[in-house]
């Protein structure tokens, strides 16, 4: 992994990536791995669970109140609130699409879904569950989740293996296909206007598809340094560089601020952008990426229509049924 | 209205308060106000605004944080959790049958729906929003919604007036028909188990019907005195008289510790109770009432009928699609 990323890095700071693959619609389904193979009970008490805000140690929130699945999949926040008011520094990554990233959280430091799923629930400053034994000692508490985990996992625990299991099914149903680019790609020339267009020529043109390519235009690389070209004029106003990223996990110099290739789909419905969200819309994001990334100054029709392309990329929410948590039976956790 | 409910609380704490009616179903409809009539568009609207965290000042807090529509109509705290991890002094009481009080709040201090949902947006501890010129510049600077207000009601602005329209037209949609009680009364006389019936009859023996009547439990009377009978022992433990109740806001000692009737529906799902939150469970919470209302001493096994009877109380939640909130366009608000 370490390799390849340094290689992938290596490459697009030498500005030599080419736009390597067409373009592409986003799937409408997500493999699942061999280990957690997708059925619909599980999908379903993934939703519960998702939803449940009892995963956390104020019982106040769920999953989806920073990667709301009733918005563009985070919270619009520059970073997330969790339990007791408490924020950290980076911005909610939104879940649409989430199946598709390689590797997961901002720095990259999941592997999977189901890893990453097991992260924000014992975070003190975001769901502040001491450990995964009280969280399993409370859903055990909640009587009606157990034939829902009998039936998704047939005669297994209650357990974070299966908890962040059925979370991980879940989020790998939600996919946001059908964008105006998507409908583009598959054959409908009028789905994207002709500002759009250019905008989407541009953005191969100036190489933002070195590192944001694929269906998710998350690819090919799961890791790039930014900023790639140090700007102090930037840097004084944004603090991008105070946190290493990668490194903050690793401690290896060599991963300072590295940060996982964020997806650009639904991004006109995530603001404020980047890992700190410290900027506070998509054209102002589009102007510093250029430059911070690329090098390039952008005129501001060239932002325009590369927003108007970003904008084509907002896809369509699947419908879901609101889910009914099982209760709390005549007591209470706080 | 004062007058009825000084009658009222005289009579029962008199204790010769007679079971007034029959045993009542719940509607399946509730009446909408002739300023307010319910329509579809105004529903579907309703539904948005109740889940949209956008209506509090930190983005994080909606009205279904604290009046969950995936549980039990609250959630499950002592009291209940706002912006920046604020917490006051009441448990948020369930928006399931709401439509059925006919005073909202603990406190009773709003007679509708529509001005009760006119409250937490801008109490600085609930959403924290300065006030409603805020909530409506906001809401209008989220696009999506434009079409919906105007589907809902025509030409009308977004205004306080609209938003709180419509989130008490979908809350008169927040209806738990079906339970056991409700098979039962309707001519099923295997809905209820035989302990059920006989925690059934023991509630309108004991007089506990005095108060919690009609097919919601809440009536006759709008307001009750509790504790009525000074208990110092269970003062030290539960604190219930620190609350003056309704005269908090009348400041008149006439209505000191006066509260509104609130509904048994769904008791089961509800916990901890009180206004204050402070008991944990359903047998304790019987047995305090029957001690503090009616002065007396309950068995085990007349608790546990009780507590029987309550559990049958639990209706069936609709099944509601999960709404897709517009999204922010391009900035963010924080």
Known sequence: MFKIRSLVTALALAGSVSVASAWDALPTQADSPADNPTNAAKVELGQMLYH??????TGTVSCSSCHNTMLGGEDNRSVAMGVNGQTGGRSAPTVWNAAFNKVQFWDGRAASLEEQAGGPV?????????NWDEVVARLKSIEGYKPHFEQAFGKDLISKDTVTKAIAAYERTLITPDS??????????????????????????LGCTGCHSGPAFNGPGMFQKFPAIPNGYFEAQYHFSKDKGLAEVSKNP?????????????????????????????????????????GKDL????????????????????????????????????
């Open 52 to 57: 449940d805000p009892r995963l956390s140690s």
């Open 122 to 130: 014992t975070n003190p400053i975001e769901m502040g569950m001491k």
């Open 180 to 205: 105006p680019y998507d409908r583009y790609v598959a054959g409908d020339k009028s789905a994207l206007t002709k500002q759009q267009v250019r905008g989407m020529e541009k953005v191969a043109e």
């Open 254 to 294: 060599a991963d300072e601020h590295l940060w996982k290739v964020p997806t650009l789909r639904n991004i006109a419905l995530t603001a404020p952008y980047f890992h700190n969200g410290s900027v506070k819309t998509l054209d102002k994001a589009v102007t510093l990426m250029a430059k911070l990334q690329l």
């Open 299 to 334: 005129s501001k029709e060239e932002v325009a229509d590369i927003v108007a392309f970003l904008d084509g990329l907002t896809g369509e929410f699947p419908k879901q049924k609101m889910p009914t948590l099982p209760g709390t039976p005549g007591s209470t956790f706080n």
